[in-house]
């Protein structure tokens, strides 16, 4: 049988971390994972260029059923320390937009960094690796894998949520939750595009391609302001993946269309200095001809001139359009979802060492937690720091 300190199951951002970080205070660490190469996830991420962290993280941008958990972790390894490591490692990069940071070239960067800390800690990697059984017997973990047992001290489950089904993800954290007797909280696709009605669908569809800057709520008052992408099965966009963290199946949306802009205000300036100018074309300096043209098919907006109109006719084309009321009829799920909402319930794991406080030595970091994060790198800074926070607790046996 062989022995080692820590197991860790999955080779994603929070398993690779946590191991580099667990093998450099000298502990033997082996990592599990049953695909064919590790990091998989962080190399599609950020249109492969990885968003693995954010300027402005704050705890709360991340939903959870206990709000606080998240707070301890990022507040002891936060975007700074991770920051100094890529500088350390000489990757560059750049912030995009609020405070969202992307490698120059490849998210491989990343993964590289990740593998070369843990090869410089001795951490043994296995891929292709099918755990069929984990058991705990006195002191001891044991893993039956690839027709071998082998043994641990402690026990980590870094294998992720739901999401993106093609790249592996499995249920298999949340079975081993279960089986050691933690609750998991619901979960549900999150930061996932909307796939519409197709009554809706059927007249939006040609819009498909399209990107507008909006403002978008949901009913729980939620808001966020960033472009809306209408695509060929509904709505998309980094509006549309952060609100959809918020939208509960059957409620609606709003859309603002002029985020920046008062419309009464606008449409009774331009009334009385071109009341012969229609109400689309004025429109169209604002918004894509197409997307107005799709409104008047839609009757939300009339086919006049401004000076046709009157008060009420202004005041209730300024709403419509700064308040775009659409019923999402789903999300895409977890198959083009960027995480999981839900996950281990964080009652029963430490918020100060990331260690189950129902089984001694057990722990779960990362995206498998009931913790998740906004898009534009809170999501990978969860990874790091959950996965510092627990490798800071094992100790040799």
Request: proline share 4%; charged share 15%.
């Amino acid at each position: 049988m062989e022995k080692f300190d820590v197991i860790i199951i999955g080779a994603g951002a929070a398993g690779l971390f946590c191991a580099a970080n667990a093998g450099q205070k000298g502990l033997k660490v082996l990592i599990l994972d049953s695909g064919k190469k590790a990091g998989r996830k962080i190399l599609m991420s950020g249109g492969g260029r990885c968003n693995f962290t954010n300027l402005y993280i704050d705890p709360n941008a991340y939903i959870s059923t206990n709000p606080h958990f998240c707070k301890s972790a990022l507040a002891r390894f936060t975007q700074w320390d991770f920051i100094e490591l890529v500088q350390k490692h000489h990757i560059p990069y750049h912030e995009k937009t609020l405070g969202q940071l992307f490698c120059d070239n490849s998210a491989q960067d990343i993964v590289d960094l990740l593998l070369t800390e843990c090869k410089v800690a001795g951490v043994s990697l296995r891929l292709q690796s099918e755990i069929a059984q984990i058991k705990k017997i006195d002191n001891k973990f044991l893993v039956y894998v690839n027709e071998k047992i082998i043994s641990s001290n402690a026990l980590i489950v870094a294998s992720g949520g739901l999401s993106i089904p093609k790249l592996g993800a499995t249920p298999f954290g949340y079975r081993i939750a279960e089986q050691f007797g933690h609750t998991i909280q619901p979960t549900r696709a999150a930061l996932v595009p909307f796939t519409l009605h197709k009554e809706l669908l059927d007249v939006l569809h040609t819009l498909s391609g399209i990107a507008i800057p909006v403002k978008i709520s949901s009913q729980n008052a939620m808001t966020f302001q960033e472009n809306l992408l209408f695509t060929h099965r509904g709505l998309s966009g980094p509006a549309i993946l952060q609100i959809s963290s918020y939208w509960q199946p059957g409620e609606h949306i709003s859309i603002n269309l002029f985020p920046n802009i008062n419309l009464i205000d606008c449409l009774i300036h331009e009334q009385t200095i071109h009341p012969n100018l229609s109400l689309k074309n004025l429109l169209t300096k604002y918004l894509p001809k197409r997307l107005i043209e799709t409104l008047q098919v839609l009757k939300k907006i009339p086919d006049n001139s401004l000076k046709q109109l009157n008060m009420k006719q202004i005041n209730t084309i300024a709403e419509m359009l700064h308040n775009w009321q659409i019923q999402p009829n789903s999300t895409e799920g977890y198959r083009t979802a960027e995480v999981t909402l839900g996950g281990v319930d964080t009652n029963s794991i430490s918020s100060k060492t990331m260690e189950s406080e129902k089984v001694a030595g057990l722990y779960f970091i990362g995206e498998v937690v009931d913790v998740t994060g906004w898009l534009g790198g809170y999501n990978f800074q969860w990874a790091w720091s959950s996965a510092w926070t627990c490798a800071q607790h094992l100790t040799k046996s």
